[in-house]
């Protein structure tokens, strides 16, 4: 296509005034992007360049709040999205109607939202060190419009493969996203999600395809390190290219809003799992690079469509970056100091979408790995955290934690990965903690349950932000990273509970089984992953075995050996687990939340969605 690289991507729309929106692109030269809209909104942008790539992240303003319109991207006078021949719908900007600020919408208490799509101002990264661097027709009403209760969708799901070569030999399956963009392509009456979440593992840095080894072997010798894995920001452009440049996903994330953040993959397998593996990691002679292109990747196609037009406006890495003839070293010289001090940047976020919290929470780079001082969140982190979550709780219904790691795993593994980080910290004596070492690292123990007191204080932060008479209906954790999908429930003994983690039943939709009357918010952790990927059938049995009897027995004798102590909650599986290419949607409306789970499958006619779960979360 003329001119243009990759994109277009919608990334923000504004809902409180319904009036503004983003849509980051990346063009073949130095260029003005403009983006025009039917109904007359528009937006410009100068392009910057790094490495010899070219980007702009248009803010369209003039929306009409409530419409959806179709828009058109061009670079001088010429045309160059939507493409010319195109027989996918034209993109779109849907906004949600404007509402007084603070008016919480009517609610009818029995009504349920309706079924989900494809269904049959934080600190930011950027701030200075001294504030912790710190379809419709055009013009048509969108779905939101004049409804007396607005649905907000949001669908989410982590871990994608680029869409497998033509041929139709996909040996994970069906992608996902690939198959959501042709059902919302192909049924205009199929209903787009609000917004999608990109939980992590949006490229894959490690695990390279066959057709980007061709291409990192035209330019370097492949037996020398890092070998077929990602080596330079050059490489990184490369993953984007596959991964965003499927037409069908194109289209997609030009239409459909998305928030992202990063998992490991995105840098390597079990990224920054401990400071030993770190102190190991550094020693390499390829190590520096990859990082802070990593970093120079993710900062350009992930991170900055993630901010509001305001946030933007106050980063100062983006103006230094726009204000460069060529913004590499800057770009350089922040991703190489976020890597030597981790305090400085704040990759974590939250967006607001009516009534809707989301906090997203970066789990990868805030990490605190001095053994003795473990931590997932480091303390500027953690009080950002809890001021976004219990500030202003009247303001929101629902509160969504997005974090690539789960928080609530199967018993067995969390007991193993909270005994593990005892061992590794001590508790058994050296010996035991070199072998502790060495096992955290080859089973991939580094989630929430690796770092037992981030783990208690976010109990702790969920239990309050749940309980009191401004508690929000609903508090979910959306995760992914484990390669199946699942739902549980946690309890808090302290005030009542007397369950215990584990596959104890399933608990009813409208919560009878939870023990708290103190506890006003339904808490759960949603799992859901991958989006396309694939896991073996030996960890297929391994998971469903840690949710079972026989391995939460096994689970409270590592607890034993660790002297791990008591957890501040249980928790049972409430759904799940469920194996497959899936995403998983949750439509709330009011003080009503729904859940849906689609998994992609073929069928006679090639790829669709098929749908696993459908639950009312609410009374």
């Known amino acids: 296509m003329t001119g243009l690289r990759l994109g277009p991507l919608l990334r923000y729309v504004d809902w409180e005034s319904g009036t503004t929106a983003t849509v980051w692109v990346e063009a073949a030269r130095p260029c003005t992007v403009d983006v025009r809209c039917a109904d007359g909104a528009s937006g410009s942008s100068d392009t910057f360049s790094v490495a010899g790539h070219h980007y702009a992240l248009v803010v369209v303003t003039g929306l009409t709040p409530g419409s959806t319109t179709a828009y058109e991207v061009l670079i001088g006078d010429r045309r160059v999205w939507p493409p010319e021949e195109s027989a996918l719908p034209p993109s779109t900007i849907t906004t949600p109607a404007a509402s007084p600020p603070g008016t919480p919408p009517p609610v009818s208490p029995g009504a349920s939202p309706s079924a989900s799509p494809g269904a049959s101002p934080a600190t930011h990264a950027g701030e200075s060190p001294a504030t912790r661097a710190s379809a419709p027709e055009s013009g048509a009403p969108g779905p939101s419009a004049g409804a007396e209760e607005a649905d907000v969708r949001v669908a989410f799901g982590s871990c994608r493969w680029a869409a497998a070569p033509g041929g139709g030999n996909d040996p994970v399956g069906p992608d996902a996203l690939v198959t959501l963009a042709h059902r919302l392509a192909t049924e205009p009456a199929a209903e787009r999600p609000d917004v999608l979440l990109l939980l992590g593992d949006q490229v894959y840095a490690d695990e390279t395809s066959k057709e980007t080894r061709r291409r990192l072997a035209a330019r370097r010798d492949l037996s020398e390190p890092p070998g077929t894995e990602i080596a330079d920001f050059e490489e990184y452009t490369y993953l984007y290219d596959e991964s965003w440049g499927d037409s069908k996903v194109r289209w997609l994330l030009s239409t459909v809003p998305s928030c992202m953040i990063f998992d490991d993959h995105d840098v390597i397998d079990d990224w920054n799992t401990s400071a030993a593996w770190q102190e190991d990691m550094r020693a390499t002679a390829w190590w520096h690079e990859r990082i802070v292109s990593g970093f120079m990747s993710y900062w350009i196609y992930q991170h900055l469509g993630n901010l509001s037009p305001a946030e933007l406006a106050s980063d100062p890495v983006y103006a230094a970056v726009l204000a460069a003839p060529e913004g590499t070293e800057v770009l350089r010289r ?31 780079a805030a990490r605190v790995l001095a053994e003795q001082d473990r931590a997932m969140l480091d303390p500027e982190e953690v009080r950002w955290l809890e001021e976004e979550v219990l500030g202003d709780p009247a303001s929101y219904d629902h509160l969504l934690i997005g974090s690539s790691l789960p928080w609530l795993l199967p018993p067995l593994v969390h007991d193993a990965e909270r005994w593990n980080a005892a061992l590794c910290a001590g508790v058994r004596g050296d010996r035991w903690a070199r072998f502790g070492e060495k096992v955290r690292r080859a089973a991939d123990l580094e989630h929430w349950a690796a770092f037992p007191a981030s783990f208690d204080r976010l109990a702790e932060l969920l239990r309050t932000a749940g309980s009191g008479p401004d508690a929000p209906a609903t508090i979910c954790v959306l995760s992914g990273d484990v390669h199946h999908a699942y739902i549980s429930e946690p309890r808090w003994p302290a005030t009542g509970g007397t369950g215990e983690a584990g596959d104890t039943g399933a608990v009813g939709a409208t919560g009878e089984a939870r023990d708290s009357d103190a506890l006003r918010a339904r808490v759960l952790q949603l799992t859901c992953s991958p989006v396309h990927n694939s896991v073996p059938r030996p960890m297929r049995a391994a998971f469903r075995f840690g949710w079972s009897r026989m391995g939460r027995r096994i689970g409270r004798a590592l607890a034993r050996h660790g002297r791990t102590g008591e957890s501040p909650v249980t928790w049972r599986r409430d759904g799940g687990p469920w194996f497959g290419n899936q995403l ?17 499958t073929e069928g006679e006619s090639g790829a669709q969605l098929e749908t696993v779960l459908e639950r009312s979360l609410t009374p």
């Open 584 to 600: 998983m949607t949750l439509t709330l409306r009011g003080r009503n939340s729904a859940l849906t789970l689609v998994q992609a």
């Open 334 to 364: 922040f991703a190489a100091e976020t890597d030597a001090d981790p305090l400085r940047t704040r990759w974590s976020y939250r967006r607001v979408f009516g009534r809707v919290r989301l906090v997203m929470v970066d789990t990868r």
